[in-house]
């Protein structure tokens, strides 16, 4: 792992930088967002820089980068994760348990051996059991010095507040479809039909997007969703099984609506996340209005929320896609 291999995030990187730089490392830090974005690689990244014996500052040389040097033997050893002064936790079946967090309580109340510090990286911290959560809880309230704990979590909600709000808080975002499909054809080679493809798969997660291309994964051609299509009301529960089986697939459908609600604004279709459907999609705007484009962005985001919130999953999805199956003999009107 070195910092060539993370891509965006460069503003977080900064601050992180400027944390070390300036001797303010925060006790504690919690980076959130979706599954996919490079957040371990962030906090890995951090991890290494800020015990690297020749931390590289901000030159003004091009040719030098900013961060780990990633050859001194605290880098190496953190790489190769037998540095005395970096554990990483990952959660134990589906939980992170409380004797995970005992055995973190049990080491950072000694001096670092090594480094500088201390520093704990938590992976997907929203499986802490109450148990766990709780007794985390206490090590956050009084960190001891020279230790950092960097807490990762896919969902934010699931965590207690009381946790959040011990943490210094970045939230790391999805790349721009279009810039990562740029990434994946000088990664791996693809064109940019099947690059738009994946990135638009992923929704912008590098992550994600990087596991499709290393493990060769069939890389479909993008199909218009039949729900965009249908006027049978019918068909309306056999789309919602579907989909309810493949609950990521609320993310994909915003992506078609948005560009439908593109194309009835007569935007550049290069702005299209799915330009190569444009023909298809010109079509089946016609059975929409700028409104009804609108509601059902509306709606599938107000469903994952819902869902979030532990709402039946497949009542859900039916209700939604009742709502935003297109209208017959609708003109394309606001």
């Known amino acids: 792992m070195t910092t060539d291999s993370i891509f965006g995030h460069q503003q977080i990187q900064s601050q992180l930088y400027n944390a070390i730089e300036t ?25 290494q820089s800020i015990n690297c014996l020749d931390y590289q500052h901000n030159a003004p040389s091009s040719q030098e980068k900013r961060g780990a040097c990633q050859q001194c033997l605290s880098c190496k050893k953190t790489i190769a994760g037998n540095h005395p002064d970096f554990a990483i936790t990952r959660p134990d079946g589906s939980n992170i348990k ?32 109450l148990e766990a959560a709780n007794c985390l ?12 704990l960097i807490l990762v979590a896919n969902n934010m ?24 499909a740029k990434i994946l054809v000088n990664q791996f080679d693809l ?6 493809v994946v990135s638009a798969r992923t929704q912008g997660a590098i992550g994600k997007a990087f596991s499709i291309c290393q493990t060769e994964e069939a890389i479909e051609v993008d199909q218009v ?3 965009l299509t249908t006027l ?38 290069q702005l299209l996340t799915h330009q190569q459907n444009f023909s298809q999609l010109k079509k089946i705007v016609r ?27 497949n009542l859900a999805i039916e209700v939604m896609v009742f709502n935003i199956l297109p209208r017959p003999n609708v003109t394309n009107n606001p």
């Open 23 to 47: 001797g303010r490392i925060a006790g504690a830090y919690l980076f959130v967002g979706m599954e996919g974005l490079g957040k371990e690689k962030v906090a890995l990244d951090f991890a």
């Open 98 to 129: 409380i004797d995970q967090i005992r055995s973190i309580q049990s080491q950072i109340v000694f001096r670092p051996l090594e480094g500088k510090r201390k520093v704990y990286l938590l992976t997907e911290v929203e499986k802490m059991n």
């Open 137 to 148: 809880l206490k090590t956050l309230e009084e960190p001891p010095a020279e230790s950092t």
């Open 157 to 180: 909600d699931a965590l207690l507040p009381t946790i959040r709000s011990r943490c210094q808080i970045l939230s790391f975002q999805p790349m721009e479809v279009r810039d990562l």
């Open 191 to 196: 064109d940019l039909g099947k690059a738009m």
């Open 225 to 227: 969703p039949e729900i």
């Open 232 to 269: 049978d009301r019918l068909s309306a529960f056999r789309i919602a099984e579907y989909i309810s089986e493949t609950p990521e697939m609320l993310d994909q459908l915003l992506t078609w609506y948005r560009d439908l609600l593109l194309i009835h604004q007569q935007v550049n279709p």
């Open 287 to 313: 059975n929409y209005s700028r409104i009804q484009l609108q509601k059902a962005i509306e709606i599938i985001l107000e469903t994952k929320n819902r869902i979030n919130r532990n709402v039946n999953t």
